[in-house]
């Protein structure tokens, strides 16, 4: 490690930890539906910025709790929360919706899914 640090130090290269730099950051990817105040302490710190995206792993009437979207029983609870951390972040969290595709080919469908993103 002293090996790296003292290359980048001889090549003129700073690390991005922890330093200030003329532009912000921005993780495109992740998965925040939970309150985590440490995080969004050090995302402000840090000037960092997260898309956070919702995914629904609902399929017929089965549900698969995974690792992405643990824990919730609807996509309504998964869009509250992901909204929750938006909104402790000061929009620093933005994030993205995803629908429930079941019954797609329902005439209504594109009115209550409209519906329920509102």
């Known amino acids: 490690m002293k090996f790296v640090t003292r290359l ?3 090549m003129g290269l700073k690390s991005v930890w922890g330093e200030d730099v003329a532009f912000g950051r921005i993780d495109a990817h992740t998965h925040i539906h939970r309150s985590t105040p440490a995080l969004i302490f050090n995302m402000e710190k840090y000037n960092w910025r997260a898309l956070s995206i919702c995914v629904w792993e609902q399929f017929d009437d089965r549900m698969f709790d995974t690792k ?6 609807t996509l ?13 972040s000061n929009g620093r969290v933005a994030w993205e919706a995803t629908i429930d595709a079941r019954g797609f080919e329902s005439p209504d469908f594109s009115e209550r899914t409209i519906a329920s993103l509102q």
């Open 8 to 10: 980048r130090s001889l």
């Open 68 to 73: 992405v979207s643990p824990g919730f029983k």
């Open 76 to 88: 309504d609870e998964l869009h509250q929360a992901t909204a929750k951390i938006h909104r402790e």
